[in-house]
């Protein structure tokens, strides 16, 4: 990702130096010069021209996508975007495709503990974050009581292993609050649920950031 980002800079450089070069040859030494030498001005020209068409060719060969990219891949363009115009809807629908890879049914990812599949959670276990992250946005999302009954009925396991999902992807004090309200609220659960719905945007703000930062492991 760094080399395509500096690249269309020393790009520029080069061809800089390619154009500057070749004006003053044309300007200076061209109208000055006998037969021999314009010889020589002439293969100097070609190396310019050379010199050129590999800038352009070395470029459109870092630049391509040589496999695409989970999230970033656009099906219409057959080609990546750049990361930074990764959208929320992008992820929500590649996570919405992901959920039909991993699990059945909504019970299914919740009652048999989805969180802990690492065969389906890619390497260094990359998307088990993103899993937990939408397991919650969507009992926002949903908002009805046969959802909240997922969260409110599932294992205890279930339930740490959510909380170790979110604490891989960087959370600290917010996984301390969920936990505390999933161990005495359970019974009386209005303020889990105002939690997670409060918490709505930010769960899909962090989405987007653990993404972006972790996007060379999405090839």
Do not use: H
């Amino acid at each position: 990702m760094d080399l395509k980002k500096k690249l269309p800079l020393w790009m520029a450089i080069g061809a800089g130096i390619s154009f500057v070069g070749a004006l003053l040859i044309l300007i200076l030494a061209v109208p000055n010069a006998n037969a021999a030498y314009k010889r020589v001005l002439e293969v100097l020209m070609a190396c310019f021209m050379i010199l050129l068409s590999m800038l352009i060719g070395v470029y459109l060969w870092v630049i391509r996508d040589a496999e695409p990219n989970f999230f970033l891949f656009d099906r219409a363009k057959k080609r990546n975007i750049p990361v930074e115009n990764l959208t929320y809807s992008m992820i929500n629908e590649r996570m919405n495709f992901f959920l039909t890879l991993i699990s059945d049914s909504p019970e299914d990812l919740w009652q048999q503990n989805a969180l802990e599949r690492d065969i389906k959670l890619g390497p260094r276990r990359i998307y088990r974050p993103l899993l937990a992250y939408k397991m919650l946005i969507d009992l926002a999302d949903k908002n009805v009581e046969s959802y909240w009954n997922l969260l409110l009925n599932a294992p205890e396991d279930t339930v740490n292993s959510l909380c170790s999902a979110l604490q891989q992807g960087g959370e600290q004090e917010m996984v301390k609050v969920f936990g505390f309200l999933m161990q005495n609220y359970r019974q009386n659960p209005d303020k889990i649920k105002d939690f997670i719905l409060g918490n709505q945007r930010y769960f899909r703000g962090r989405m987007k950031s653990y993404i972006q930062k972790n996007i060379e492991f999405f090839y």
